[in-house]
């Protein structure tokens, strides 16, 4: 069994390295190496996997994945930690080591040109700031990825994979829904993390599916729902005025889609929102494009 970084090692390669968790970068790292393992488990990684792990920090998650995966994209903010994560990784599992590709990268502006071979699954145990444009950014930006399990705030993890109706329902939900199947794989206590965090994390495990069919441009939908969710508690008719240029204007969109314009946007699934870009589109809605 590969021998995974433990709480004391995590320490001490912190102390040399001279590394302090900032909240700034949402750095906690993970140490226990149950956790680790539960996370490559539930990711159900093939040998011919090529994963893309967002924040690797000090290696504990990567180790494991390079024994799993046929490669591993680390994509790491922090040159100090990406820096010496190829030598941890050459200790620990040499001979997977030729597996890794280090990146010193913000995630957020990541290229799909960057990552040769072309990532297939996202695995990572995101800062907590940024974590769904991450998520979002990465599955727009790499049509490859087909799978991924991603460590995320248990409050931010509840939001993604909520259904309609839901009271965390909302953008992050419908707009995860465009690109993927999403549900909440379980829960991880914050005791696993150094420094331990206020607050519990959450698993969202997802497999990519095709967008809803249309001729409406992803942009164009994701206008709809951002405008829907900015006054949540407004019924569609008015939370969708400024976007369409008036409540009447709105009300009009609304039911040449075929929805009551009294409905609210926690109501609609990602499909409902897909035709009101159309009908929005279809009656010269400022700004609308076609695909």
Sequence with gaps: MTRLLGAAEIRDLAARLGVRPTKALGQNFMHDANTVRRIVRTAHLSSTDVV???????????????????????????????GTLPATVAKHVPEHADRLTVHVRDALHLRRAELTPAPTALVANLPYNVAVPVVLRLLAELPGLAHGLVLVQLEVAQRLTAPPGSTVYGSPSVK????????????????????????????????????PATDVDRMAVFAVIDAAFAQRRKMLRSGLATWAGSAAAAEAVLTRAGVDPTTRGEQLDITRFTEIARAGRDVGVPGMVTA
């Design 52 to 82: 893309v792990e967002v924040g690797p920090g000090l290696g504990s998650l990567t180790i494991a994945l390079l024994a799993a995966a046929a490669h591993v994209h680390a994509v790491e903010i922090d040159p100090v930690l990406a």
């Design 176 to 211: 995860l829904a465009w690109y993927a199947d999403a549900r909440l794989a379980g829960k991880v206590p914050a005791t696993v993390f150094w420094p331990v965090p206020r607050v519990e994390s959450g698993l969202v495990a997802f497999t990519r599916r095709p967008p």
